[in-house]
């Protein structure tokens, strides 16, 4: 489920620090207030004048915002990240209108921690960062002109997500907390290594397949031990990968630590 207080917005290198203070204001139209920005080291664009006087009395979210040297820095807290980008390729995730997102989420517990991306200006966010996100969403728009202000983005993405939070009831699932943006990234860069080490990747060309991996795995929805049960698995494979054929003794593989309180040959985790 999508709450606007466990929603964080984040800009990736904004070049206008008018478009921070509009993207600003047009959170706290929709009920947004948490800003991330991915800046250069010091960078204070945020609290410009020209940042301020766009907010129009949303300073406050430029006075709390973060900033971050770098995407995965600033989304490796969050649950489930969300990328805004016009481009398709093969193997990325399917596009989903921002009015998708809501069904997407409606099997999320309340307040899990969403974080949705927006690139620069002129270029959008690259490759490497959209491998980052788990979802990927695009704004409709007459195919001669694609472009959008990157505050006009902002605003439609959080009235789509905002809209239906305020009409239905949230559904809880208690008990079950959706696995870190850390989590699944050390997740991934884990299955690189161990299925480049077994052949399976092309190592000419790993992140084809591997982007094929994330879209399945982020869709997925894992929590914290579900992650924990795959890398264990990556883990014996490593292991089997290194040792077989060595005249090494197969039985003394590493335990699972994945399986809390099960026993040996107990079944599944």
């Known amino acids: 489920m999508i709450a606007p207080e466990s929603t964080t917005v984040i800009l990736v290198e904004p070049s206008l620090p008018w478009n921070i203070g509009a993207a600003a204001r047009a959170m706290k139209n929709m009920g947004f207030s948490k800003l991330r920005l991915v800046t250069s080291p ?53 596009l ?35 491998d980052l996100c788990h979802l990927l969403t695009t704004i409709p728009t007459a195919p001669e002109h694609t472009s959008l202000n990157l505050a006009q983005a902002v605003l439609l993405v959080c009235y789509e997500l905002a809209r239906p939070t305020r009409a239905l009831p949230q559904r809880t699932k208690p008990g079950r907390t959706c696995a870190t ?48 049960i795959f890398r264990g698995i990556l883990r014996h494979m490593d292991w089997y990968a290194r040792h077989a054929g060595t005249g090494g003794d197969l039985e003394d593989a590493p335990a699972s630590t994945a399986c809390h309180g099960l026993t040996k040959g107990s079944g599944s985790c």
Do not use: W
């Open 42 to 94: 010091g960078s204070t664009a945020h609290l410009s004048r020209e940042a301020r006087r766009m907010s129009a009395g949303s300073e406050e979210i430029l006075e709390q915002a973060r900033t971050y040297g770098s995407l995965p820095d600033a989304v490796e807290d969050l649950q489930v990240v969300v990328g805004c980008t016009a481009r398709r390729g093969k193997g990325r995730h399917p």
């Open 96 to 130: 989903l209108e921002p009015g998708d997102l809501f069904a997407r989420f409606q099997d999320h517990p309340a307040g899990t921690a969403l974080g949705i991306v927006f690139g620069r200006e002129d270029r959008g966010l690259e490759n490497t960062e959209l």
């Open 181 to 228: 943006a850390k989590e699944m990234e050390q997740l991934y860069l884990h299955g690189r290594d161990v299925l480049l080490r077994v052949g399976f990747l092309n190592p000419q060309n790993p992140d084809r397949i591997l982007r094929v991996l994330r879209r399945v795995l982020g869709r997925a929805g894992l929590d914290s031990r579900e992650v924990s």
